[in-house]
């Protein structure tokens, strides 16, 4: 039971930290893209 909800707490952290990672590449892109245009 305790083991469960320790794997469940570790996999939901990982999906919200590759989540920030991700965005932070997609923000990157976007922002080369911006000055590329200008």
């Known amino acids: ?3 469960g ?3 469940f707490r570790i996999r939901s ?3 919200s930290d590759l989540f ?3 965005w932070k ?3 990157k ?3 080369i ?6």
Do not use: V
């Open 25 to 27: 590449k997609i923000h």
């Open 29 to 31: 892109i976007f922002f």
């Open 13 to 15: 952290l990982n999906r």
């Open 33 to 38: 893209i911006k000055i590329e245009c200008i």
């Open 1 to 3: 039971m305790w083991t």
């Open 5 to 7: 909800k320790f794997l």
């Open 20 to 22: 920030n990672l991700s």
